[in-house]
């Protein structure tokens, strides 16, 4: 019994951490007034550009750079439509993800061909001593991949210069009234800018995650929703970064439920199970009641008068 909760928490973890570190730069990226929905792309973008340099470098390290420094050029694109050029935000980020699956299948059959092994190097498990010897939650938490860490350590971080610093504090004014913002002399543009790279960069991070610690391959739209997932868990987490920890690792216990079904003897189908996540994200964004943390400007361009 022990075992069982054990993996299954282990399982948890894994499965939420992609979700999280995505979520995390959303929330940037949201209370500066910014509606990033082009993350599911961005995020495969950065599943295959991991693979791709994890391929050429025979590093997952520098994989990882390399999926984050191909989605700052697409997020710089996002950027310049979204804020310098004043587009319809929505529309950018749907543009995004359509150009990120056509692009990905076609690089990826490009370089690999279809149906060709990918012998890439992924991210291993690191044991932290002592720590991973804790009864139950020790080698479910302290057993992890180096991005596992990463992303639970970077949540008080996050949260700390989101409430507590000069620069969070002009991105989440930035978010309630910019006009106020620039009045002042904080450069409304550039925050938005910043935002918008750190979520892009993030998103990359995530999907190398997704490619390289946990499939160990790249395959053809393989993020499978885990973007929008992200973009539900920053609202139910209401737009904080503990409050996303919450609601990413309520998605990743849906998706190790999943899994821990589809390996019983219960005679369900197995397309229930698959679509276990997505139910409990809708379900979960209904039953959302708590006041929202939403910037005031979320989604509305600002016009420099």
Request: charged share 10%; aromatic share 10%.
């Amino acid at each position: 019994m022990i075992e069982m909760i054990t993996s299954f928490l282990s399982t948890d973890l894994r499965m939420a951490t992609p979700l999280l570190i995505a979520a995390l730069g959303l929330v940037y990226c949201s209370r500066s007034g910014i509606v990033n929905i082009g993350v599911e792309g961005m995020m495969l973008i950065g599943s295959l550009m991991g693979v791709v340099g994890s391929y050429y470098t025979g590093s997952a390290l520098l994989g990882a750079l390399v999926a984050i420094g191909v989605n700052l050029i697409v997020s710089l694109v996002f950027a310049f439509f979204a804020v310098t050029i004043k587009a319809d935000q929505n529309v950018i980020g749907t543009a995004i993800n359509t150009f990120a699956t056509g692009l990905t299948v076609t690089v990826n059959r490009v370089i690999f061909g279809v149906g060709t092994s990918q012998n890439i190097e992924v991210f291993e498990r690191v044991k932290i001593p002592v720590l991973s010897e804790i009864p139950i939650i020790g080698e479910a938490v302290f057993d992890q991949a180096i991005l596992v860490y990463i992303a639970l350590i970077a949540v008080p971080v996050l949260w700390f210069i989101l409430m507590k610093t000069s620069l969070g504090l002009k991105i989440r004014s930035v978010g309630e009234n910019p006009q106020a913002c620039d009045t002042v002399g904080i450069n409304v543009y550039r925050v938005r800018y910043g935002t918008i790279l750190f979520s892009g960069a993030l998103a990359g991070l995530a999907g190398a995650y997704v490619s390289m610690g946990q499939l160990n391959s790249f395959t053809e739209d393989m993020i499978a929703g885990r973007g929008f997932i992200a973009l539900a868990a920053v609202v139910l987490g209401n737009y904080m970064p503990g409050g996303v920890l919450a609601a990413t690792l309520i998605f990743g216990a849906a998706s190790a439920l999943q899994y821990r079904m589809q390996a019983t003897a219960i005679s369900v189908p197995y397309q229930f199970w698959l679509m276990l996540p997505y139910v409990i994200t809708i379900i979960a964004i209904c039953l959302y009641r708590k006041s929202s943390n939403q910037a005031a400007s979320t989604g509305k361009p600002y016009n420099k008068q």
